[in-house]
């Protein structure tokens, strides 16, 4: 069996995070690379990866305490080797003591940073010893509470309590904390969820099926061959709230039905599937490589009538004329912070002006996309983020300018146990700590006079 350095691995990955990439693929490329490798050591490597990135902002309060220099002046990798190993001594109980102090050692002495040696044993056995004792702030003092224990940047922080209050910025920041579950979209066309479950509980695998969306499973264990149904294309790796956005479209067989924003292709291919392949599906993302992954992903489900294709709609597309389609769905670029979870970097990256700039573009795709619905037609948009720019006030914007479009309160045409993802205007606001683990997601359905 095939091993590797799942430190040293975790080290790598993030370094390539510093300089820009996205932990998830970088993640995934390497573990592609290691398709014989322990099942622990793939364990160890994703939770010193994404456990680092989310609680990086609490493991930089501790470090602080112990290290003499100012951690912004540090080298980027010995400040990534400091960060591992308090890690795994603050939040891996699994992980002895002794064993990551040392391992963060000799992993300098790898990667050619043997002159931190000292630095790194020093901060690391005294963190150790004093960890007990630091005083991390109480949610009494809620600013200070997300910074520096729920690992919140401060400008972030800040926003949350101010829009949220504190007892609900606190519970979505803890929530932000964990792992996102494993949930899948089972491939209707293929299999039913029913028989999904079965097949993995046969396999030595457990799972239970999602509360909201009547195609989505919680993976709780895999088996011991992984999930079964991958090269099948029985199952669709897919956040329940993602899941949402297509029953939220309400696409029928027959229709024409527009994805503007479709990489990586989940919420077609559940279009399609909710059809029954009946619908004809125009799926479009700005990236052709991106393009790519919808055509691959809809080969692999067994997905037909979708046709992908590379569109920038920052600029008004020709190519179809007014009211060529029946639906549209507006899944837009946004700031990503409803899936803080599965992007953790995104909570270090991101900066208030950032939220500005998507809201404009937000605004601009759906301008270029609203003379393509037909009058009668359906229009929803979607973000995964919370923020009032890029939700309320990107459509009240756009509805002001557009007064052919109108809200829908879908409520009423939904199950009654949806109606808790609504508030009181009819849109659609999840959130990870009230609703069964989901992405925070924020959608509105339109319709055209």
């Known amino acids: 069996m095939t091993t590797f350095d799942p430190r040293r691995a975790a080290f790598d990955i993030l370094c390539q995070v510093e300089d820009g990439a996205f932990s998830d693929l970088a993640l995934d490329r390497f573990l592609a690379s290691q398709p014989q490798a ?30 003499r220099q100012p951690l912004r002046k540090l080298e980027p990798g010995i400040l990534c080797l400091l960060r591992l190993g308090a890690h795994q001594l603050l939040h891996l109980d699994k992980v002895p003591a002794r064993a990551a102090v040392y391992e963060t050692v000799e992993l300098a002495r790898k990667v050619r940073l043997q002159r931190a040696c000292g630095l790194l044993n020093g901060v690391l056995r005294a963190l150790d010893r004093e960890k007990t004792r630091i005083p991390w702030p109480a949610a009494s003092n809620p600013q200070a509470h997300l910074e520096h224990t729920l690992s919140i940047p401060g400008w972030l922080a800040k926003r949350w309590l ?21 949930t899948l979209r089972v491939n209707t ?21 999602g509360h909201y969306v009547p195609e989505a499973l919680q993976v709780l264990a895999r088996g011991k061959s992984g999930l079964p149904g991958n090269r099948e294309g ?18 029928r067989p027959g229709e024409h039905i527009l994805d503007a924003c479709a990489a990586p292709g989940g919420k077609t291919t559940h279009i399609a599937a909710l059809t029954a392949n009946g619908a004809h599906i125009t799926a479009l993302d700005l990236h052709p490589q991106r393009v790519t992954l919808i055509r691959d992903g809809a080969v692999r489900l067994g997905c037909r009538g979708i046709k992908a294709e590379p569109c920038d709609l920052s600029r008004p597309p020709a190519k179809w004329p007014p009211e060529s389609f029946d639906r549209i769905l507006v899944d837009a670029p946004c700031s990503g912070l409803g899936v803080l979870r599965r992007n953790p970097e995104t909570r270090w ?16 795709i ?13 229009l929803v948009y979607s973000v995964c983020t919370f923020t009032p720019e890029e939700t309320e006030a990107v459509i009240s914007d756009f509805l002001a300018r557009h007064p052919e479009f109108a809200r829908q309160d ?15 205007q009819g849109a659609l606001r ?8 989901m992405d925070a997601f924020w959608a509105v359905r339109m319709k055209k006079g």
Not at 162 to 182: K, M, N
């Open 38 to 67: 322990d099942s622990r050591d793939r364990g160890l490597l994703t939770e010193l990866v994404y456990g680092a990135l989310r609680r990086r902002g609490r493991i930089d309060f501790a470090l602080s305490r112990f290290c």
């Open 162 to 182: 101010a829009e949220l209050g504190a007892e609900e910025a606190v519970a979505l920041a803890a929530a932000f904390l964990d792992p996102a579950p494993a």
């Open 234 to 251: 029985w199952y669709q790796v897919q956040d329940q709230a993602s899941q949402l956005m297509a029953h939220l479209l309400d696409p």
């Open 410 to 424: 879908p409520r009423d045409s939904l199950p009654e146990h949806w109606r808790d993802l609504f508030d009181s």
């Open 189 to 209: 066309l293929k299999v039913s969820r029913d028989e999904y479950l079965s097949e993995l509980r046969r396999q030595g695998g457990e799972g239970c099926p």
């Open 349 to 364: 990256r991101r900066k208030a002006a950032d939220i500005r700039e998507m809201a404009q573009l937000q605004e601009t």
């Open 366 to 378: 759906l301008r270029h996309v609203a003379p393509l619905v037909r009058s009668g037609g359906t």
């Open 430 to 437: 999840t959130f990870p700590h009230r609703h069964d683990g």
